[in-house]
């Protein structure tokens, strides 16, 4: 069974920085591509950041290129997002969610989400 | 950047009832439009693929239909379960990856 499972979210003041992962089990994780997505309380969904399945290609939404990084570590299965120059307007869950390619890129499963706060 | 709008923004029903979400892209984007329900403290979940592929283990009253810039999302008789939010989600070529803006389906 698929599983992904975010952590690393919490409070962080604006400027600051944040490192979230996301363990993948279940699935084969280096033949996938990843998203990040966010939520902002009672907001609606925003896709941030894609990267491919060798990790050689990678997108970011407008709104956090320059201050974040998307990556992924093979061997241990996880996907990361690492987070500067955090702002208030970067208040959200965070969702580490996978791409199936062979449903149209749709994103088949996602994981709890992980809540970061960004406040002084 | 590809544009999505969905419409409307909310929309109360009645079980049994038949509902009708839409969504429109800015520009072309072949059938390459997902849908997603999502309820409150959840994680999103997929129902739609490639414009009108229900996703496996979703009922069969939801469907979806449209091409090009026009899409739209069927619910053929509302169940108490299905009282939740709707997202369309672009996936054409290369990120950036667009949802909608949401619809929200509330309980008339």
């Known amino acids: 069974e698929v599983h992904l499972v975010e952590s690393g979210g919490g409070l962080v003041q604006p400027g600051g920085s944040l490192r979230l992962s996301c363990a993948a089990s279940?699935?084969?994780?280096?033949?996938?591509?990843m998203n990040w997505v966010r939520q902002a309380p009672g907001k609606g969904l925003e896709w941030v950041a894609y990267?491919?399945?060798?990790?050689?290609?990678?997108y970011y939404a407008d709104s956090v290129k320059g201050r974040f990084t998307i990556s992924t570590d093979n061997a241990k299965n996880s996907l990361y997002l690492q987070m500067n120059s955090l702002r208030a307007e970067d208040t959200a869950v965070y969702y580490c969610?996978?791409?199936?390619?062979?449903?149209?890129?749709?994103?088949?499963?996602w994981g709890q989400g992980t809540l970061v706060t960004v406040s002084s | 950047d590809i544009q999505m709008t969905q419409s409307p923004s909310s929309l109360s029903a009645s079980v049994g009832d038949r509902v009708t979400i839409t969504c429109r892209a800015s520009?072309?984007?072949?059938?390459?439009l997902n849908w997603y329900q999502q309820k409150p403290g959840k994680a999103p979940k997929v129902l739609i693929y490639?414009?009108?592929s229900l996703q496996s283990g979703v009922p069969s009253r939801f469907s979806g239909s449209g091409s090009g810039t026009d899409f739209t999302l069927t619910i053929s008789s509302l169940q108490p379960e299905d009282f939740a939010t709707y997202y369309c989600?672009?996936?054409?070529?290369?990120?950036?990856?667009?949802f909608g803006q949401g619809t929200k389906l509330e309980i008339k």
């Open positions: 969610a996978r791409i199936d390619y062979s449903r149209g890129w749709c994103v088949d499963y």
């Open positions: 279940g699935f084969t994780f280096s033949n996938y591509e």
């Open positions: 990267i491919s399945s060798s990790g050689n290609t990678r």
């Open positions: 520009q072309s984007i072949s059938t390459f």
């Open positions: 490639g414009a009108s």
């Open positions: 989600q672009q996936s054409y070529t290369t990120p950036p990856y667009t």
